[in-house]
C-alpha cells in the first residue's frame, strides 16, 4: 500500500494536493489544540470582533502554515515532512506556554481577551517570527 501511495506521490499534482490536503487537516487540528489551551474561545471572540483574538489567532495560523511550508520544501517524502511539520509545531505551542510564563506583569491570554491589540499584536509577531527560526531549523 505504501508503495502505491509513493507512485501516485510522483505526480506533481496529485503530491501538492496530497500535501496541501494533509496540511489542511493538521491546521484544523492544531488550531483545535491551540483552542483547548487558551482560556478564551478564539472563534467566538473573533465573530465578536474582538482584534486581538484575530491579531494572535492569525499569527497562530500564519506559524503552522509557514512551519509546513519549510517541511514541505525541505523534505521529498510526504511522511518526513508531516513529521518535522508536528515537530516543529510542538516547539511552537511550547514557545505559547514560555512566552504566558514569561510575562509575570499580567496574563497574556486575559488581555487578549479583552482585546488588548497592543498584546494581540505582539502574540502575533512572536508566532510568526518563530515559526521563521522554527522553519530554518528542519531538515
Given at each position: 500500500?505504501?508503495?502505491?501511495?509513493d507512485r501516485l506521490l510522483d505526480i506533481p499534482f496529485v503530491a501538492s494536493l496530497?500535501?496541501?490536503?494533509?496540511?489542511?487537516?493538521a491546521l484544523?487540528?492544531?488550531?483545535?489544540?491551540?483552542?483547548?489551551?487558551?482560556?478564551?474561545?478564539c472563534w467566538e471572540e473573533?465573530?465578536?470582533?474582538?482584534l486581538a483574538v484575530a491579531m494572535a489567532t492569525g499569527g497562530k495560523i500564519f506559524g503552522?502554515?509557514?512551519?509546513?511550508?519549510?517541511?514541505v520544501e525541505a523534505n521529498e517524502s510526504i511522511y518526513k515532512s508531516m513529521g518535522w511539520a508536528g515537530f516543529g509545531y510542538g516547539i511552537l505551542l511550547a514557545?505559547?506556554?514560555?512566552?504566558?510564563f514569561l510575562t509575570p506583569v499580567f496574563r497574556i491570554d486575559e488581555e487578549?481577551?479583552?482585546?488588548?491589540?497592543?498584546?494581540?499584536?505582539?502574540?502575533?509577531l512572536i508566532s510568526v517570527s518563530l515559526s521563521y527560526v522554527i522553519g530554518a531549523t528542519i531538515i
Open positions: 500500500m505504501e508503495r502505491e501511495i496530497a500535501f496541501v490536503s494533509v496540511a489542511v487537516m484544523i487540528l492544531f488550531l483545535y489544540i491551540f483552542e483547548l489551551v487558551t482560556r478564551y474561545n473573533i465573530k465578536r470582533g474582538n503552522i502554515c509557514n512551519i509546513f511550508r519549510f517541511a514557545a505559547y506556554f514560555l512566552f504566558e487578549i481577551e479583552r482585546d488588548n491589540r497592543a498584546v494581540g499584536l505582539i502574540a502575533m
